[in-house]
């Protein structure tokens, strides 16, 4: 019985169809069936139906899947543990925020391959709520404040947003002082969101309104350059545009509330230790990054 086999079949149960696997798996849908086909010779029972709709398991596959997939951990697990120099192996397929993964986060993902040659990364980049289970990755990044769930989050670094607009914007509208004044200014948004500002120790809400939305920071940052509006932002976007003076913090009577980056992952009794490795390279991404840090007032 082979190792690859019973990943395969797992990445199917859990996809729900020989197609999604492929996907995840980056294979072809053949290999994936072939795989399939030649795991079901071995233990002598069809473990998922084919349907015109794609595939399910039957009553011996779903008994099989969590055996399968308990078999798959420990012996990755197991190959870690002797490979040289605590290497890693296998693959990890990883979602990420598409605002600033590509510019932030890759370089780090980039030196991890480089420190484990026979790890294979996947990494999709969106600024979307990734469902981690459904969709079948193994872990996650996710900025900003978290919602319940039940998954495992760990924190490796702080966000910290500050409220900007460009000099042409304040020229010609002027600037806020109170969250209360912004009713009057055009807001950037990503959707229909709260906007949260610190009074002291207070935290005071305001449901802002704008006629320019984009789902993507980095669009936002574009957009408060051109003078379209306020934006509430991640100082490490907008780093180079403060830089530049391209934009201007206001209100700064009333910051933002810090947020958090987390490395957020389904439940389980101990995490992968891949995913151990990713949290330790954020965390030195965070210490040593000066677009993560505190900007000054």
């Not at 071995?42 to 794609?54: H, I, M, S």
């Not at 078999?71 to 190959?79: F, G, H, M, N, Y």
């Not at 806020?176 to 990503?190: A, K, R």
């Not at 009794?269 to 000066?290: A, C, M, N, Y």
Request: with cysteine; charged share 25%.
């Amino acid at each position: 019985m082979e190792i690859e086999d019973l990943q395969t079949f797992v990445e199917v149960a859990d996809a729900g169809g020989v197609s999604a696997a492929a996907r995840r798996l980056g294979i072809s849908k053949s290999i994936v069936s072939r795989r399939l086909i030649r795991l079901e010779a071995d233990v002598g029972v069809q473990l998922v139906a084919r349907t015109t709709r794609g595939a399910a398991l039957t009553e011996a596959g779903a008994l099989f899947r969590d055996y399968a997939a308990r078999a798959c951990l420990e012996i990755d697990t197991a190959r870690e543990t002797i490979l040289p120099d605590g290497d890693l192996r296998g693959r990890l397929r990883i979602a990420m925020p598409l605002t600033f993964g590509p510019t932030h986060f890759t370089p780090m993902l980039a030196e991890m391959s480089r420190r484990h040659p026979q790890l294979h990364i996947h990494a999709s980049y969106s600024d979307r709520f990734v469902d981690l289970v459904a969709e079948g990755f193994d872990c996650a990044i996710r900025v900003g404040i978290l919602r319940d769930s039940n998954l495992v989050a760990r924190r490796v670094g702080p966000i910290y947003g500050t409220l900007v607009a460009s000099p042409d914007y304040i020229a010609a509208h002027g600037s806020p002082e109170t969250p209360e004044d912004l009713v009057s200014h055009q807001v950037l948004m990503q959707g229909t969101e709260t906007w949260q500002f610190m009074d002291g120790d207070e935290i005071v809400k305001m449901q802002p309104r704008g006629q320019f939305k984009a789902d993507n920071g980095t669009a936002l940052a574009v957009a408060a350059a051109a003078g379209l509006g306020i934006a509430r932002l991640p100082s490490c976007i907008i780093h180079d545009y403060l830089a530049s003076g391209a934009l201007v913090p206001i209100m700064p009577r009333y910051p933002l509330p810090r947020a958090g980056a987390f490395v957020v992952r389904p439940p389980g009794q101990h995490p992968e230790r891949k995913i151990r490795v990713l949290t330790e390279l954020l965390i030195e991404l965070f210490e040593r990054d000066p677009h993560f840090r505190e900007p000054s007032r």
